[in-house]
């Protein structure tokens, strides 16, 4: 069964939340572009100051439902918004899509399949699964995203995902329920705390290549905003995940690599530098056992912390969490049975 014909024959409430700032003059093709088989379209007005309210209002499609903020929240703020809201209305996939025209609805199955046949909780796209797709991204977009892919990796623990900054994304609306709704960044940092929050409820997640569709307009993101402020955020988050993930929800030999291998290196890295002050001040060079004291606990805490990243790698979730994978489970052992 291909993908349309699983959505089609399937009783889901699709809705496409489009969190909207700025977009006036794309978001009427983007509505008219949405499938007849989504169920509902939420578009979040994020205190725009042109006049997308009026323009989504003139569409008059019963489907589309407009939510406006009387301040600017950001556009993780809206999404959250438009997520709530299809959440009240009884929706159960979350799609979001952005209301520049930049993501193409063709790609609206693939990024429903997994989800609808129970074998993830969380659909990305993923711009760099094709070849044809990088080479018409923008130099410094690929750049970029292409560092900020690693880090988010390391921090959110989903080291399947290649492009962690995809906003073009589908969730299981009863795990999204799940997730602690605070640590929720409102702004651009949105895509990657969600994937922090998904990994510690342990939603699987896969992505589906895709291109994105550039069309000359200029990133509304800061890039001394990103410099300044993301480190910060996805470290505080890469932290929290650490904790709750190997101290608190369960206690691993991942657990035990981490904390020797952090004490150890810590160790070592406190020990030589107070030595190597004491020689530049003294003059006296340090002896071999006190610079062995220094670089064997280094050594070792190094490589039990490549061991901890190992198993951290192959701890990425692999059960899904949500209700299709339990009816799936269910079906395939009544077909083992009956064979």
């Known amino acids: 069964m291909d993908s349309i014909q699983l959505i089609k024959n399937s009783e889901e409430k699709l809705c496409v939340v489009i969190p909207a700032y700025r977009v006036a003059n794309h978001i009427e093709s983007v509505i ?20 997308l309210a009026e323009r989504v209002k003139a569409i008059h499609n019963s489907r589309v439902e407009l939510v406006r903020h009387e301040k600017n929240r950001g556009v993780g703020g809206a999404v959250i918004t438009g997520f709530n809201r ?23 199955p693939d990024l429903l399949e997994p989800i609808l046949s129970g074998r993830a909780d969380f659909v990305k796209g993923n711009r760099f699964g094709r070849l044809e ?16 892919s690693f880090l988010a990796k390391l921090g959110s623990g989903y080291w399947n995902v290649f ?24 702004r651009y940092f949105f895509e990657t705390s969600l ?3 998904l990994n510690l409820v342990r939603a699987v997640a896969e992505e589906v290549p895709m291109p994105a569709i550039y069309a000359g307009e200029p990133s509304s993101l800061n890039v001394m905003q990103v ?32 904390t020797l291998g952090s ?21 006296i060079p340090a002896t071999a056992g006190t610079v062995m ?31 299709r994978a339990d009816s799936r489970q269910s079906i395939s052992r009544k077909a083992i049975s009956i064979q």
């Open 32 to 51: 008219q572009g949405i499938p007849e088989w989504i169920w509902k379209i939420v578009v979040v007005d994020d205190c725009s100051p042109d006049d």
């Open 86 to 108: 299809a959440i009240e209305l009884g929706a159960t996939v979350l799609i979001k899509m952005d209301g520049d025209g930049q993501m193409d609805p063709a790609f609206l």
């Open 133 to 148: 797709s990088i080479s018409r991204m923008p130099f410094h977009r690929r750049m970029g995203n292409l560092f900020w």
């Open 163 to 186: 492009d962690p900054n995809n906003g073009y994304l589908a969730v299981d609306a009863d795990v999204y329920r799940r997730l602690e709704a605070n640590y929720l960044h409102p």
């Open 195 to 197: 994937l922090v929050e």
């Open 227 to 258: 410099v300044t402020t993301f480190p910060g955020l996805l470290l505080s988050r890469f932290l929290r995940r650490i904790w709750l993930q190997y101290f608190v929800l369960n206690f691993s030999v991942g657990t035990i690599f981490m």
């Open 263 to 283: 004490l150890m290196s810590l160790f070592g890295i406190i020990w030589g530098t107070v030595w190597w002050h004491r020689s530049i001040i003294t003059g």
């Open 293 to 323: 004291v220094a670089s064997l606990p280094l050594i070792l805490g190094f490589q039990m912390l490549i061991q901890a990243l190992t198993l951290d790698v192959q701890s990425v979730p692999k059960t899904p969490q949500s209700k």
